[in-house]
Nanobody, 125 residues
């Protein structure tokens, strides 16, 4: 059973960096997709970064060139390295997983079955 658990949220100033971690043990014998979403108060959930079992990554335009998703397959850990943070990046960040081949930006959060409880990121100006 996949049960993502996020770590690493916190508060940083504009322009700072932060790395989020997620412990997520998936069945590597299947196609899977791991992703990071975020949701700020009053805003809809946004898919940010996606990585599949082949290591292919996809990013939303809002974070492209600033955020990097990666996975340590040995330790079953997913990462989100965030640079050049802005106040607009403040949100609750969620790690999520699904089985299947689909793993593209624009894939709805409803397509993901397994969710962590989230970790808060706050960027101050």
């Amino acid at each position: 059973q996949v049960q993502p658990v996020e770590f690493g949220g916190g508060s940083v100033q504009t322009g700072g960096a932060l790395t989020l971690s997620c412990a997520a043990s998936v069945d590597t014998n299947q196609n899977y997709c791991l992703a990071w979403f975020r949701q700020a108060p009053g805003k809809k959930r946004e898919g940010l970064a996606f990585i599949n079992n082949h290591g292919a990554t996809r990013y939303a335009d809002s974070v492209k060139d600033r955020f990097t998703i990666s996975r340590d397959n040995v330790n079953n850990t997913l990462y989100l390295h965030m640079n050049s943070l802005r106040p607009a990046d403040s949100a609750m960040y969620y790690c999520t997983a699904r089985y299947g081949a689909a793993c593209l930006v624009g894939l709805s959060g409803d397509a993901f079955k397994y969710w962590g409880r989230g970790t808060q990121v706050t960027v101050s100006s």
